[in-house]
């Protein structure tokens, strides 16, 4: 059986990715895949932490002359409605998760508290945390740096479209080349673009390494955990 060599994981989820080929919303047989593997990795004795975006729902402005806070606060509100779309699908495979939300929600979430979630993990429970900051002008990959950082993880899962970090957007370069291995530096130096710059320098300043990685590769998450070697690390 394999083994996991890492103790508690931050997992961050696209929204997009929750959305599959309907492109948004939620696709059901997409979410419960999903979620098999979390709980794969969770039955491997793993404490894991989950913080997803609201990108399959709404994405900043989305072209509208709108105010940037507000568009925030609406892409907040879209996180929340995949975090209890996976926590309602982990808890009917028999698995016991939490929602906390850094925006006060109480009628459908915790509040965030670092003690709270703590807790939880503690006790085998799988922690998604939603609203990415709670602030206007962060995005949910700021968010999942954070929260990884506060909750000691052993490592920040980047679990993505693409099966790594390339040198330029393989879309566009059929030429691009995957980068194995990336330090922090050399990331932001070379304006790479798996996740925003704050987000790097803060696990760069608090030296959480990340792993970016194809989350619909088989049994992806299991080998990221495993020590497998996939995607592409940043430390």
């Known amino acids: 059986m394999a083994k996991a060599i890492y103790n508690r994981v ?50 900043g402005r989305q072209g509208l002359e709108m105010d940037r806070t507000s568009a925030d606060h609406m892409g907040m509100l879209a996180t929340i409605m995949n975090a209890l779309a996976i926590s309602d699908a982990i808890e009917r495979k028999g698995v016991q998760s939490r929602v906390q939300t850094a925006l006060t929600i109480t009628r459908v979430a915790e509040p965030y508290i670092l003690r709270k979630a703590m807790n939880h993990l503690n006790k085998g429970r799988i922690v998604i945390f939603a609203c990415g900051t709670g602030n206007p002008y962060f995005t949910t990959d700021t968010g999942a740096a954070l929260r990884a950082t506060e909750i000691n993880a052993d490592i920040l899962l980047l679990a993505k479209n693409v099966d790594g970090i390339y040198d330029s957007d393989p879309k566009l370069n059929k030429d691009a080349k995957k980068l194995e291995k990336v330090t922090y530096k050399e990331f932001l130096d ?44 940043i430390c």
Request: net charge negative.
């Open 10 to 59: 931050l997992i961050k989820l696209s929204g997009e990715a929750l959305a599959g080929e309907k492109g948004n919303g939620i696709d059901e047989v997409v979410l419960s895949k999903v979620v098999d593997q979390i709980i794969a990795v969770h039955n491997l004795g793993v404490e894991v932490g989950i913080v997803v975006g609201g990108g399959n729902f709404w994405r």
């Open 190 to 233: 070379k304006g790479l673009r798996a996740m925003d710059a704050t987000a790097i320098t803060m696990c760069m300043e608090n030296k959480v390494p990340v792993l970016a990685f194809g989350l619909f590769e088989e049994n992806s998450l299991l080998k990221a955990v495993c020590g497998e070697k996939i995607g592409t690390i």
